[in-house]
């Protein structure tokens, strides 16, 4: 007698009886010989102590610096008029600041740079201190870029670790040399620095205990954030599925489902009340459907990325399809759930299934050669070595996933809360968005080294060479309406790389640029001060307009992105009906508890 088929493969076989098992696909895609075990072994006890960084991908960057430098004495001599003309505007500034504190400046900080801004930096001598460290860093940057020969990568390796150093050593970092830090200790009589060293205990007692920072236990999931009301509706080994609650009498016919990231909990898009885009989801007559992945452990090293869309994207479509019958879905996902969530949509549209009504990407990267400055990360020796830890440890630590993004912008996310907290005695106030930054999960091993491997060294995604089930899929077999949300200042997914969704070969696509970060950029409702956005639709048969000139082309418009992204979806509606019940247990997808779940609480 035959066995009984699998949910995933019952979900296949509905839509396509000849996709009912997507096979693995092997670790690494490199065709060198599998690495000896005692040399995994000797990687991951280095990669303990170097931070997960590999010390020959470093080695290499600096060679190849070090050696194009070296022969080229037409760049020695450029460095050298520039030391003289910095040494000699410095000068003459410091005898102009002598009777003039308010003479201008010799070098202005950067437009991001917020470590001088205070009117303290203008009082001798720390005018002095602060406008020599900026030519310094100004010289330094040009002793590491502009050199003939130095490959893109390792000539932005070099620069970046040279900027680190200097931010270790800026004039902001100490107590002699920073006028803010002396005036408060003067003030206080030293109180200051007491608090400060009580600070530093209390949170490195809780790093030890592997607790959150202090002041995050007031955003608990369940409790202050993700209080949205809904119901878990299914769960396997690496999602639950939530269904909010309507609170409206009628609802717009095709329901919503998002996919977040898995890199960190769903709950970002359901905040607090006031800034939660489910709620605001709801309040508007839609059905919506959350996926909450499950935080891996060791004993899911082996998961990989078709694992995340068979038991992610798939299995949701088909439990929301098994709710709301008969009706197209409207999905939306969220950094790498975008990314993922574009991978199934050219899947499906491949084999067929016309089950997606809409698409939207957040902060969604499809294009990969200009990935922001985590490329810097991303390299064949770096990702040797990271494959090594990972294979050692079963995942990849969120403490070692931070510690990355950290670095990218270390003055404003590691220096500034040390002088903060530990030389002035402050604590930071936490938002609710800090709080969720710092619940992190993990990255099961096999799925990040292929994600890092095939998406972000190969770019096999965009160049139709990521195959699933054994065939290529390309994106430019997805013909649903598109939108995709990119934010001005991203690191993590920059906008420019973001636009490169319209490269695709010609689906209808509304793109959006709004203002803020990775984060801060997408959880931007109405009413919230200082937002704005530019926005144009680009219809099937468009020509092609480039970034820059697209930017030029269309002026911001003030306030929330998310009304305009929500009119879009209200457009591609059938229109409305009553509201389906939470879960089908008819169809096997009974409630199994309130939302947020308990997923989100693994740590």
């Known amino acids: 007698m035959d066995r009984p088929r699998s949910n995933l493969e019952q979900a296949l076989q509905v839509h396509d009886p000849k996709e009912a098992h997507l096979p693995s696909q092997p670790w690494t895609v490199t065709d060198v010989e599998p690495p000896a075990t005692i040399d995994r072994l000797i990687h991951a006890a280095k990669g303990r102590v170097t931070g997960s960084i590999s010390p020959v991908s470093l080695a290499l960057a600096y060679l190849d610096w070090a050696l194009h430098l070296s022969e080229s004495p037409g760049k020695w001599q450029k460095l050298g ?19 003039d504190r308010d003479c201008d400046l010799c070098i202005e900080p950067l437009p991001q740079d917020r470590r001088f801004r205070s009117e303290a930096w203008r009082r001798w001598p720390f005018n002095l201190i602060h406008q020599s460290f900026l030519l310094n860093q100004q010289w330094w940057y040009n002793v590491t870029t502009g050199i003939g020969g130095v490959s893109a990568h390792h000539e932005q390796v070099v620069s970046f670790i040279a ?21 408060t200790t003067v003030r206080e009589g030293g109180v200051n ?59 717009h016919a095709e329901p919503i489902l998002i996919i977040p990231a898995w890199i960190m909990k769903y709950y970002i898009l359901d905040l607090s009340p006031h800034n939660s885009l489910v709620r605001y989801l709801v309040s508007r007559g839609h059905t919506v459907f959350m996926v909450s992945w499950h935080n891996p452990t060791a004993q899911d090293r082996d998961l990989d990325m078709e694992d995340y869309l068979r038991l992610g994207v798939l299995e949701a479509l088909n439990a929301v399809q098994a709710i709301v019958p008969q009706r197209k879905i409207n999905t939306v996902g969220y950094c790498l759930g975008g990314t993922l969530l574009a991978m199934a949509a050219a899947y499906l549209a491949q084999i067929g299934d016309e089950r997606v009504n809409s698409l939207t990407l957040l902060a969604a990267q499809t294009d990969f050669t200009e990935a922001g400055e985590l490329t810097l990360f991303i390299d064949d020796s770096q990702l040797n070595f990271l494959d090594d830890i990972m294979w050692n440890q079963g995942f990849l630590d969120n403490r070692q996933m931070a510690g990355a993004f950290q670095l990218l912008r270390s003055h404003d996310l590691i220096w500034s809360l040390v002088v903060q907290q530990y030389l002035l005695g402050g604590r930071q106030t936490v938002t609710d968005l800090m709080a969720w930054n710092a619940d992190a999960t993990r990255m099961p091993a096999r799925m990040h080294s292929e994600y890092l491997h095939r998406l972000f060294l190969k770019n096999d995604l965009f160049a139709g060479r990521y195959k699933i089930n054994g065939r290529p899929i390309s994106l430019g077999d997805i013909r649903v309406p598109l939108f995709a949300v990119a934010t001005e200042t991203d690191h993590v997914a920059p906008w420019t790389s973001v636009y490169k969704i319209n490269l695709i070969a010609d689906p209808d696509i509304t793109f959006l640029l709004t203002n803020g970060g990775h984060n801060a950029g997408i959880v931007s409702e109405p009413g919230h001060k200082g937002r704005h956005y530019r926005m144009a639709h680009s219809p099937s048969g468009t020509n092609y307009i480039d970034a820059e000139n697209w930017f030029l082309s269309n002026p911001p418009v003030e306030g929330s992105w998310w009304p305009a992204w929500a009119g879009w979806v209200e457009k591609h509606a059938s229109g409305m009906a009553p509201p389906p019940e939470m879960g089908a247990r ?18």
């Open 81 to 99: 008029e520039k030391a003289m003309r910095k040494a000699a505007r410095f000068a003459m500034y410091s005898v102009h600041a002598q009777t």
């Open 163 to 183: 900027r680190q150093l200097l931010d270790t050593i800026s004039p902001v970092n100490y107590i002699a040399t920073n006028p803010e830090v002396l005036d």
């Open 193 to 251: 620095l007491l608090r400060g060293a009580m600070n530093f205990i209390e949170d490195y007692e809780r790093s030890l205990a592997g607790k959150p920072p202090a002041g995050f236990e007031d955003f608990m999931p369940g409790k202050h954030v993700a209080i949205t009301p809904g119901k878990v509706v299914y769960r396997n080994r690496l999602i639950e599925l939530i269904q909010y609650a309507p609170t409206t009498k009628e609802v």
């Open 586 to 603: 008819k169809n096997g997808y009974a409630p199994l508890g309130d939302a947020p779940g308990s997923y989100v609480m693994e740590r």
